[in-house]
């Protein structure tokens, strides 16, 4: 019998990430739910001051509206030379909230624009992505980072958010230029839900 | 005779604080001049990563273009709950140049929606100035810092930059709510300013 584990999300990229992970991972015996699969409940806006505190918040708002083991991930970019922003405020730095492509582009726009006169040397960067797991027996949750810089002019059209203005470390590619796969084998949230395996594993029976 | 010091700087404004600072310290015998007063010279942009890096790199430039003694100063806001960003891209944050005034609209503007979900325990900032002052025989350089919080919506007319949106500690007003004379008293440039004045008033002899 499949066990079910609710993933906080309405977003189907990161629904097909994590399916993509539990794959190559060979974990069988979950059967993945997404927000739009469970009854609607008030869900708290993420206004932590950490990615963890909003995984965590998030994870624990939905096992306790649904009672199902749910992860939940909070993610972001970290630039060096803006000390750690946009972090936990990466999906609103343009300060709007619009259509989500629309509101990706502003914010890359923006960042760029900020970015304009810092040099190659201080343009370093980092996404990261804390995912929690909660449900009635446990709470988990773990941190992953990819790092990189920020270059001068979007490349790429696929993933989102920051991807095309990200190239990680011994990369030539930009994020938005990789393959899912390739993106997920060393991306931040690739990297923190691989460290949630052995957890997901022990659900699943 | 009147000793000549630069004030690096088109900012009338600036320049009339630092006149007032002057003479609410009783400092006479110094002829102030700005960059509109002297032969144009290549002016580097500010990049480096610090305020002092900023007013001293502003400060040496025009020493050694022009051979006067020369007050530089960098400052900007510094938010809490940005992990002290704006910082030194205050003047650009929200990613360009244009006249000064919608400038300061838009960078106010964009500071306000990133904060929009922040609660109000995670609101503080602090306005932070550098000054420099390079002549031959010396570098000095000096910070001064004004502690507050981040208001919700812009309140006064006076003042520049983020003024409308900055409440000063212990103060009712906001620091575009406070007269120039007030502002001086407790401001970052007037106390970053009054630390200069030991310097200043012995190159007036």
């Given at each position: 019998?499949?066990?079910?584990?609710?993933?906080?999300?309405?977003?189907?990229?990161?629904?097909?990430?994590?399916?993509r992970?539990?794959?190559?991972?060979g974990?069988?015996?979950?059967?993945?739910?997404?927000?739009?699969?469970?009854?609607?409940?008030d869900?708290a806006?993420?206004?932590?001051?950490?990615?963890?505190?909003?995984?965590?918040?998030?994870?624990?708002?939905?096992y306790?509206?649904?009672?199902v083991?749910?992860?939940a991930?909070?993610?972001?970019?970290?630039?060096?030379?803006?000390?750690?922003?946009?972090?936990?405020l990466?999906?609103?730095?343009?300060?709007?909230?619009?259509?989500?492509?629309?509101?990706d582009?502003?914010?890359?726009?923006?960042?760029?624009?900020?970015?304009?006169?810092?040099?190659?040397?201080?343009?370093?960067?980092?996404?990261?992505?804390?995912?929690?797991?909660?449900?009635?027996a446990?709470?988990?949750?773990?941190?992953?980072?990819?790092?990189?810089?920020i270059?001068?002019?979007?490349?790429?059209?696929g993933?989102?958010?920051?991807?095309?203005?990200?190239?990680?470390?011994?990369?030539?590619?930009?994020?938005?230029?990789?393959?899912?796969?390739?993106?997920?084998?060393?991306?931040?949230?690739?990297?923190a839900?691989?460290?949630?395996?052995?957890?997901?594993?022990?659900?699943?029976?």
């Open positions: 019998m499949l066990v079910d584990v609710l993933v906080a999300t309405r977003n189907r990229k990161k629904l097909a990430e994590l399916h992970v539990l794959d190559a991972a974990v069988s015996g979950l059967n993945l739910l997404s927000l739009d699969d469970v009854a609607p409940f869900e806006p993420e206004t932590g001051a950490t990615f963890e505190d909003n995984a965590l918040a998030k994870a624990r708002d939905a306790r509206a649904t009672g083991a749910t992860v991930d909070d993610s972001g970019l970290e630039v060096d030379a803006l000390n750690g922003m946009p972090g936990v990466s999906a609103r730095w343009a300060g709007f909230a619009g259509e989500a492509a629309e509101k582009g502003a914010n890359t726009a923006l960042l760029l624009a900020q970015l304009r006169d810092v040099p190659d040397e201080r343009r370093g960067a980092g996404f990261v992505s804390a995912c929690a797991l909660v449900d009635g446990q709470e988990v949750v773990v941190r992953g980072v990819w790092r990189g810089s270059v001068r002019a979007p490349r790429g059209d993933g989102f958010g920051y991807d095309p203005v990200f190239l990680p470390d011994d990369s030539e590619r930009t994020a938005a230029e990789l393959s899912p796969a390739e993106k997920d084998a060393v991306s931040h949230r690739g990297r839900l691989a460290q949630l395996v052995p957890t997901l594993r022990a659900l699943g029976g």
